[in-house]
Structure formats: structure tokens, C-alpha cells
């Protein structure tokens, strides 16, 4: 019982907002105290990397702080998604509306194959990354005025995971 009073738990789901990546051969030091799930405000000092202070660069929750000196990942600020959301994402995968969506401006097939969408910024440029990832996309530059959405169900079952065993 005394280990799980210092654990600090949730049942909600979230987002990874930012990652610290630590480089090789770098010094890298959590400052103590820092558990799953709490609370970190902007600015807040977090560790020390190479002799430089490392500070939360946004409000949400600190995630897997790195105590144990193995690993790349110094820790994530992650922020919790509200139920109503995660309802309403399942709600729109079920009915396929992605399909729907390059019946939109500036939004069209990044390929005869329909594995990713082109966004053009200049048109669709409210809420678009947060739309597109309500609905299972991830993005990544194209270009300046352009993004590139690909479903991650999508991708998933096709390439990323072909060749595993227990994929078929």
C-alpha cells in the first residue's frame, strides 16, 4: 500500500505535446521529486543537462521523467484530452469521415493511392492540425503553404508493420 500512495495514477488519456530528447554522451540529471502525471508550469526547472539548466518550455504534466540514466527520452509534457473529444474522434472514424474531406477547399489526395492527404495552408488554416489529428493523422511539412496528413490507422496497417509476425 505505502508504494501505491506515491504513485500518482490516471485513467485519462493524453497527447505528448513536447519530448526532450537527450543527445549521446550528454550529462543529463532530473531534479528530484518529479513523478507521472504531475502538474509542471512554464519555466518550471526540470533537470540539468551538460550544465545547463533544463526548464519546462509549456504548462501540462510531466511524463516518464528519466531517474534511471538509460534511455534518450530526459521526459514529455503531455496534457489530457477531454472525454468529449475522444468521443466524438470515435465517432468520426466510425463513419469514415475523412473520405469527406477532400470534398473541402484546398484539400486533395496526396496520391492516386489516397495513403495521404495534401492540406494547402492557405485555404484550410483553421484548426487543421487539430482536426486532422481528431481523426487519427499525423502531419509533416511539404512546404511552406502546404502540409502532408497521413493516417496513422492507415499507415499502420500497411507499411509500418507488414513484416512483423503478428501482423497479417
Known amino acids: ?37 504531475q502538474k509542471i508550469r512554464v519555466n518550471d526547472l526540470l533537470a540539468v543537462n551538460n550544465d545547463r539548466e533544463v ?9 516518464m521523467p528519466l531517474y534511471q540514466g ?24 466510425k463513419v469514415y469521415f475523412d473520405r469527406f474531406l477532400v470534398l473541402l477547399p484546398g484539400i486533395k489526395w496526396a496520391s492516386p493511392e489516397r495513403e495521404a492527404l495534401r492540406v494547402n495552408l492557405k485555404v484550410a488554416r483553421f484548426y487543421t492540425k487539430k482536426l486532422f489529428h481528431l481523426l487519427g493523422y499525423r502531419s509533416r511539412t511539404a512546404d511552406k503553404t502546404h502540409l502532408i496528413m497521413t493516417n496513422r490507422e492507415v499507415a499502420s496497417k500497411m507499411g509500418d508493420y507488414k513484416n512483423a509476425a503478428w501482423f497479417k
Open 70 to 93: 538509460k534511455g534518450n527520452d530526459g521526459f514529455f509534457v503531455i496534457r489530457s484530452i477531454p472525454r468529449f473529444f475522444l468521443r466524438l474522434s470515435l465517432f468520426l472514424r
Open 55 to 63: 526548464r519546462a518550455p509549456m504548462k501540462g504534466h510531466i511524463f
Open 1 to 37: 500500500h505505502h508504494l501505491e500512495k506515491q504513485i500518482l495514477f490516471s485513467d485519462k488519456f493524453y497527447e505528448i505535446l513536447y519530448r526532450y530528447e537527450i543527445e549521446d554522451n550528454s550529462s543529463f540529471s532530473m531534479y528530484n521529486g518529479y513523478r507521472n502525471f
